[in-house]
């Protein structure tokens, strides 16, 4: 179970539409590809989405990280040197989405080396978490469409409304289109990627009190810290702290400082080896958990719901896992499907996710 050898391999495959919010838009899902073969000759896999508007990372710089720091950390190491693995990456600063990826590409090779599956070895809570779908800006009467076609096809009840534009009243008008179109059956919440200051956030959340959200996630900037601990304390629903925490300790400096009372795990950021810490930090602090996208590929989406679906605190809500269904297409040979509102973790073993070779070939820029 050593690890012999790590590739970085970017690829990049469009969208059918792009995905519009806040703090940047997606075209085209511009990932890198982590691939970790050991002498026995099993290869794990996952994926890294370079998002430059919210971690600053590239496609180029996260292939030039791993090629030339964190492929070097790790060959030689056997799977089970979790936390040495761990330990040697976190010598190296930032570069969330590349540890990550290549963090979960290991265990997928540990759960493929131990004959059992990623959510089996993380915590083995459930197979399946409930979806939410991720709706970026456009027209009331388009997100209201879009919402309806994932509810009708796919049986999507749960839905995050990108906010932050300016005037506030643009996504308010939308919220309440949602609300007044889906009617009360299903779950609407708010994220505004930090595009407005608290006080906008104040009254467009009192402009939306009749609605019926279910969180707040991001509305202002963390930086803003008395101005966001302000806005915090008035709401009537917890307020999601995500590209604000990208490590756990600023998980524990937003909890204990009052600007956040929930927290979006992201597989894509913290990977399983921190998502984990990340899980557990959390449930000591007794606030509520959301898996959240990274608008993560097919690959992506499989990371999130194996981790999700191991534990009770992270399965208990709607996981954002449906958006690359605007991809026009993905690499893995066996597209995820999403039925019933549910999509399923794969019996594995590791992460049960097999690469199309003619897929890659077609997509992959190097
Ligand atoms: C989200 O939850 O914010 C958009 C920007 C980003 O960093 O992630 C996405 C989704
Ligand atoms: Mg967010």
């Given at each position: 179970m050593k690890i012999t050898r790590v590739e970085a391999i970017p690829f990049a495959i469009p969208y059918r539409k792009p995905l519009k919010f806040a703090s940047g838009e997606v075209h085209v899902a511009e990932h890198v590809l982590v691939r970790v073969t050991t002498d026995d000759g099993v290869v794990g896999v996952a994926e890294a989405p370079p998002r430059p508007f919210t971690y600053g990372e590239t496609q180029v710089g996260i292939v030039a990280v791993i090629d030339t720091i964190f492929a070097g950390q790790v060959v030689g190491l056997d799977l089970m040197e979790r936390e040495q693995i761990h330990t040697r990456l976190s010598?190296?600063?930032?570069?969330p989405t590349a540890k990550s990826a290549l963090d979960m590409a290991i265990w997928d090779a540990l759960g493929q080396s131990l004959g059992y599956s990623v959510t089996e070895l993380l915590g083995g809570y459930t197979d399946r978490m409930h979806v939410s779908h991720m709706l970026g800006f456009d027209e009331p009467a388009a997100m209201v469409a879009e919402a309806e076609r994932m509810r009708d096809t796919y049986g999507i009840t749960t839905f995050k409304v990108k906010v932050g534009r300016h005037p506030y009243r643009l996504d308010t008008a939308v919220v309440r289109a949602l609300r007044e179109g889906l009617g009360d059956e299903v779950e609407l919440y708010v994220d505004g990627n930090r595009g407005w200051s608290a006080s906008e956030s104040a009254r467009a959340m009192a402009e939306m009190?009749?609605?019926?959200?279910t969180f707040a996630e991001?509305?202002?900037?963390?930086?803003d810290v008395l101005g966001r601990r302000w806005l915090v304390q008035q709401l009537d629903v917890p307020f999601i702290a995500d590209e604000s925490v990208v490590t756990p300790a600023e998980v524990t400096r937003e909890v204990l400082g009052g600007s956040a009372t929930a927290i979006s795990i992201k597989t894509a950021r913290t990977g399983f080896t921190t998502s984990r810490r990340v899980h557990h930090l959390a449930e000591g602090l007794g606030v509520e958990l959301v898996m959240g996208?990274?608008?993560?590929g097919q690959l992506g989406s499989l990371c999130s719901v194996a981790f999700g679906a191991a534990f009770e605190l992270t399965s208990r809500r709607a996981g954002e896992?449906?958006?690359?269904?605007?991809?026009?297409?993905?690499?893995?040979?066996d597209p995820l499907e999403i039925h019933g509102g549910q999509l399923v973790a794969r019996s594995g073993p590791g992460l049960g996710a097999v690469i199309d070779p003619d897929k890659l070939a077609r997509y992959r820029q190097d």
């Open positions: 010598r190296t600063i930032g570069n009190a009749d609605l019926g959200l991001e509305l202002c900037p963390a930086d996208n990274q608008i993560d896992l449906s958006n690359f269904l605007d991809m026009t297409d993905d690499l893995l040979a």
